[in-house]
């Protein structure tokens, strides 16, 4: 587990993160990484002297399984109340099945072996978000909707040392800098998401599968919201 600032620390679950929000009313987790992760989450939290039980709020970004995938065992033990956004929160409930990755368009041999993975279980949701409509969100986050991966997925903008954003999957940053990533394609409705984040000013970013950016993150999204003229 890495600490990104005072109080926000990163969860490795392999190729995918999830974050954790000490705040003085409990933990805020960022997204729950892959089915059958939750003791994964519970040694992070263990680390930071928490538990479980002490997990309030559960933020998701979109309804992939690596990113909703442990949100139903933590909330069974936490009791934890679940924000998900309007566009995806049929699929976090368990009323469809959440959406393919634009990636398996362009690489169709991956669409079976997506098909093994195992589903997430439904989740009470009991708050519905999206930007403006943030449902009194914990630690003063704020919902910015970055459509695109998932047709509702969004981020979050946390208001604390310079601004920290939760991109989830709607970027990749590497080496300063960001592209749309692997999981991605050039379609307008990506590009209009990244445009709309460089519309908004923060120092760091992390992200669902990058090393976080710990400095000049907004200046990056700019540049690369720029070059897409």
Do not use: C
């Not at 587990?1 to 995918?16: A, E, F, L, P, Q």
């Not at 469809?96 to 989740?123: G, N, Q, T």
């Amino acid at each position: 587990m890495d600490t990104i600032i005072s109080g926000v620390h990163r969860i490795s679950g392999g190729y995918v993160n999830a974050y954790l929000i000490d705040g003085d009313e409990g933990v805020t987790l960022v997204d729950t990484l892959l089915p059958k992760k939750e003791g994964t989450i519970t040694k992070a939290l263990a680390e930071i002297g928490r538990s479980l039980s002490d997990v309030s709020a559960i933020v998701l970004t979109h309804s992939h399984a690596d990113h909703s995938g442990s949100a139903a065992a933590v909330q069974e033990v936490s009791g934890a109340a679940v924000y998900a956004s309007t566009g995806d929160v049929a699929a976090v409930r368990g009323h469809e099945k959440p959406p393919p990755p634009p990636m398996a368009d362009r690489f169709p041999f991956l669409k079976p072996i997506m098909k093994l993975l195992p589903a997430p279980s439904p989740v009470v949701v009991e708050h519905v978000i999206g930007e403006g409509i943030n449902g009194r969100l914990p630690e003063d986050l704020q919902v910015i909707d970055t459509p695109g991966h998932t047709p509702g997925h969004i981020s979050f903008l946390l208001e604390r040392d310079g601004g920290l954003l939760f991109v989830g999957d709607a970027a990749v940053g590497k080496k300063g800098e960001i592209t749309r990533g692997w999981m991605n394609r050039a379609e307008p409705v990506f590009d209009a998401s990244l445009r709309h984040i460089a519309e908004f000013d923060f120092e760091r970013a992390v992200f669902g599968h990058a090393a976080p950016m710990q400095a000049g993150a907004a200046q990056a999204f700019k540049r690369f919201a720029a070059s897409l003229g």
